[in-house]
């Protein structure tokens, strides 16, 4: 598949993000702008930009899969986007994108603050996603070549989303282009 069809591809994946709306209130398009401008204004790698631009892109793949369950979508979406993304984008995109969700659940049993700090529905969906980590998980994360990515990522996922002047979807074009494989 030629670069133009692929990008193509994923503007109308994220043209269908603008009809998901999180539990905030946010639709997943607005969500994934505010996460890619915050990686882009921290001067971030190319790849993590658009890692945290796809990260969640897994919510659309599960949308259309009327016989997935909310709980479902919650625990899977970051693995099923990373897999559906992988055919174009390298590792350094998508492993962060399929940890994002670890990332959380590392945070949320290592650090009581970011717990607390939490929102309602992220909160329950913690809980949908495997909860706190055993000493088992928490190893595995930590030794993991893209721990720290998928935490700067999950940083990213939960700041409070600020409406804004924030750049369209295509603004970012260039950049997706840079790490396409």
């Not at 998901?20 to 930009?49: D, F, P, R």
């Not at 796809?54 to 970051?78: N, R, S, W």
């Not at 804004?164 to 950049?175: F, N, R």
Request: charged share 25%; aromatic share 10%.
């Amino acid at each position: 598949m030629d670069r133009l069809a692929i990008l193509s591809m994923l503007e109308t994946a994220m043209g269908e993000c603008s009809r998901i709306q999180l539990t905030e209130g946010v639709s997943v398009l607005e969500h994934s702008l505010w996460c890619a401008y915050q990686a882009w204004n921290e001067k971030c790698a190319s790849s993590m930009v658009v890692a945290a631009m796809f990260h969640d892109i897994g919510h659309y793949i599960c949308a259309g899969d009327p016989e997935l369950t909310d709980f479902y979508k919650d625990k899977e979406h970051a693995s099923l986007g990373a897999a559906w993304l992988s055919r174009w984008f390298p590792e350094s995109v998508c492993i962060p994108i399929a940890m994002h969700i670890e990332a959380k659940r590392y945070l949320a049993t290592t650090d009581i603050i970011y717990r607390h700090n939490l929102g309602h529905g992220s909160r329950q969906s913690l809980e949908h996603q495997g909860g706190l980590m055993n000493d088992d998980e928490l190893l595995a994360f930590r030794t993991s070549r893209y721990a720290d990515s998928s935490i700067k990522l999950r940083r990213f996922d939960d700041a409070t989303f600020v409406k804004g002047a924030i750049p369209s979807y295509k603004w970012y074009e260039t950049i997706i282009i840079s790490i396409l494989r």
